[in-house]
């Protein structure tokens, strides 16, 4: 909620009744005969022409606006991933670093931001986006048209916050349990041609990434993170404008400890390592930083709209072991360093051909070069795999470069009043260090809408490539003969995805407020990728299944009603993978040898997901309330199991099910000359109920994780 002055209402009246004008009011002339200009109003309607380039025909589209942002846990101070788990198909997974699990998928997904592309950073648990900055935001999944490529499991399209007018902001402070303390700022508005907006904000608290105990408070786990964005906007001309977006994030993490270890490949005792270490006083550290900036023309021509960017990104990630007691619980000491740089470009054009058909071309480049530096301190070892001779450092650096390409086309037909349909195909590129490829991705699309119902069904081939920065370049045999000698020198080189994925589903509006939507999909994949934790830093490292089969079914409800609103989702999943081919030094050699001829479940793979959530608001004059309370469900992530001969089944098992509570209120107080004041109070796992994402086992799983016990956050913001 933002307050402003009363003569800033009369013009946003303006703007709205605006937005449905077909085209835009003439500009008015001044007294010396220059033409001026409402920058709202064409901000405005350049947005819509925008939206217009690249909707998301015959697709899975859950949104959530900056409104009912404010209605689910933590509101705009929630970490991002935690705002995604709202939507159907949605699998919780290491909360604080960001992973999430999309219909059965390990990450695989794109952001946009303005319907622009971002790069793709480091995976780490970075959480570089701030909700803060969102005007809306939409998940979008399923059989995706033509200018969605590459990454596929679902869109994280972003529209943000922009200047409206007269200049204003707020500044807040949100803190509380885990010794949480977030001061953050914002700032909009709109000078002359040029509208603006800024947020940024630091976060530090105790529980930076998942307690590796069932305990209430962790050890060893501080996080200090900063996070700026900006975005400006420079009006041309009532067609045209240039807009640039900046972000810029650095986040440093303790690793938590988990007491009473045993020893590992060096015992107590050992010559080089003498006395009793203490696990609870290990010290692993890890530092993340994210920028990218992105400058974007943007022109209306008459039938003609398009969108050209370019776009740059720098993301690092700095893991930083124990130099001793890594070594005596493991053997293995890795200070290990990943920069990734990449630059690119992108154009988007649709053209109104007539009233039937709408034709839209785009083109994406992008060039990406990672350099991966680590130096592991081992032991040597004798054929018992026993220490035999003093620690010493092995530097493995090396790098690696992708390239990107794709170029789509496709045409929405409107065959009658209700039915569409959407259809194109994209052409893509690979080519890197380690893989070249292309694939043309056929994509159809149906919509039909009668009344009240809506049906859609579509087809998307995919063509995935592997994420550069996850590629492991280690040189496996440098390591025969210490302690971090792999079972097996077998590096098949990761390849690409490539797929056929079915999606279909209806919605229905059965009264007025009442909303009901139900989705099923399907997808068949040939080196089905995936990601995982191996050895102790937190960087993942991809790998194939020659095979992947993924399906499931999502079903939503919502009710609105005055200021009373509820929502509910539910979703099945099940996601497997047969004969690793790739990276097979990453795995144990009797786990390769059963994976290679039986079907396992993907360690991602949750069965069943839901969450519910409801909130009430009223408004009296110029204050309002706000109160909400809402439910998080999983069936669990998979664990291994242990066969009737004693044998390991990779994935086999399933962690417990669990479900959280979170409940919270807002009260916005009346605001004079427009200002005013916001409290807020959340509290998370109301019943402080012990539940566990992760037990330490599975493919690759490296630690277990547990999520966050109940915690009471508060805050005061003040608006100007």
Request: aromatic fraction near 10%.
């Amino acid at each position: 909620m933002r307050f402003r002055h009363p003569a800033l209402l009369s013009i946003f009246a303006a703007a709205v009744s605006s937005a449905t004008a077909q085209t835009l009011p003439p500009p008015t002339e001044t007294a010396d005969g220059t033409l001026k200009l409402d920058p709202i109003v064409v901000n405005g309607a350049l947005d819509r022409d925008r939206e217009a380039i690249l909707p998301s025909l015959g697709a899975t589209a859950f949104g959530i606006d900056s409104s009912q942002l404010d209605a689910i846990s933590q509101g705009s101070a929630a970490p991002f991933n935690q705002v995604l788990l709202r939507a159907p198909g949605v699998a919780e997974d290491s909360a604080a670093n960001g992973d999430l699990h999309v219909r059965g998928e390990h990450a695989n997904l794109q952001y946009r931001i303005n319907d622009i592309l971002l790069p793709e950073g480091i995976t780490g648990f970075g959480l570089e986006l701030d909700p803060r900055f969102v005007g809306s935001l939409q998940l979008i999944t399923g059989s995706l048209p033509a200018q969605y490529g590459f990454r596929t499991a679902g869109v994280v399209d972003i529209q943000t916050k922009a200047g409206t007018g007269v200049p204003g902001g707020d500044v807040s402070v949100y803190g509380g349990s885990f010794g949480t303390i977030r001061p953050s700022f914002e700032a909009d508005g709109t000078l002359e041609k040029t509208s603006y907006f800024v947020d940024g904000s630091y976060d530090h608290n105790d529980l930076g990434i998942e307690n590796p105990t069932a305990s209430s408070k962790a050890l060893h786990d501080e996080t200090n993170q900063g996070k700026l964005f900006t975005y400006l906007s420079r009006i041309i001309d009532p067609s045209s404008r240039v807009s640039v977006m900046v972000s810029a994030s650095d986040s440093a993490y303790q690793v938590p400890d988990t007491p009473g270890l045993p020893p590992g490949t060096s015992p107590d005792g050992d010559p080089w390592l003498p006395g009793k270490f203490d696990s609870s006083r290990l010290n692993e550290n890890q530092n993340e930083q994210n920028y990218y900036g992105v400058i974007a023309y943007q022109k209306s021509a008459g039938e003609l709209n398009y969108q050209i960017s370019a776009l740059g990104r720098a993301s690092s990630v700095h893991f930083l072991p124990d130099p001793v007691g890594d070594l005596f619980f493991n053997g293995v000491a890795s200070d290990v360093e990943r920069n990734l740089h990449s630059f690119g470009l992108q154009g988007d054009a649709s053209y109104a051909a007539n009233d039937r058909h709408t034709l839209r071309i785009g083109a994406v480049w992008l060039d990406e070069s990672v350099a991966a530096d680590s130096t592991t301190t081992v032991f040597p070892v004798n054929g018992d795999g026993d220490p035999d001779g003093p620690s010493f450092p092995i530097t493995d650096d090396h790098s690696l470069h992708g390239l990107f390409a794709g170029l789509y086309v496709q045409d929405e037909w409107k065959i009658s009043p209700g039915f569409t349909v959407n259809y194109g195909a994209r052409f893509d590129v690979f080519n890197s260090s380690f893989d070249n490829e292309d694939q043309v991705s056929p994509r159809l699309n149906f919509i039909y809408k009668v009344a009240s119902t809506t049906l859609h069904a579509g087809y998307a081939r995919y063509f995935t490539p592997p994420p550069v920065e996850n590629v492991s370049g280690a040189s496996v045999a440098k390591f025969d003969g210490t302690s971090n000698d792999s079972a097996t020198d077998q590096d098949g080189r990761v390849k690409a995805e490539r797929s056929d994925y079915f999606d279909a589903g209806i919605s229905q509006q059965i009264a007025t407020g009442l909303q009901v939507g139900l989705d099923g999909y399907f997808k068949e994949a040939k080196n089905q990728l995936d990601d995982g934790l191996f050895g102790q830093t937190l960087i993942l490292s991809a790998f194939n299944y020659a095979q992947g089969r993924v399906d499931g079914l999502e079903l939503t409800s919502s009710y609105s009603q005055g200021g009373f609103s509820v929502y509910a989702n539910a979703a099945r999943s099940d996601a497997l993978g047969k004969n690793w081919s790739s990276a097979q030094f990453l795995f144990d050699p009797s786990d390769l040898a059963y994976v290679q001829n039986h079907w396992i479940h993907l360690d991602h793979d949750q069965a069943l997901t839901g969450s519910l959530g409801t909130s009430y608001q009223r408004r009296e004059g110029r204050s309002k309330t706000r109160v909400y309370g809402e439910a998080l469900y999983g069936s669990g992530l998979r664990t291994d199991s242990t066969a009737p001969d004693g044998s390991n089944i990779p994935n086999g098992g399933k962690v417990p099910a669990y479900h959280t509570f979170n409940a919270g209120a807002e009260q916005l107080f009346g605001a004079t000359r427009g200002y005013g004041w916001k409290v807020r109070l959340d509290i998370v796992n109301l019943a402080d109920k012990s539940y566990e994402l992760r037990d330490g086992s599975g493919v690759g799983v490296n630690a277990a994780q547990f999520g966050m016990r109940r915690a009471i956050f508060g805050s005061v913001g003040f608006a100007f």
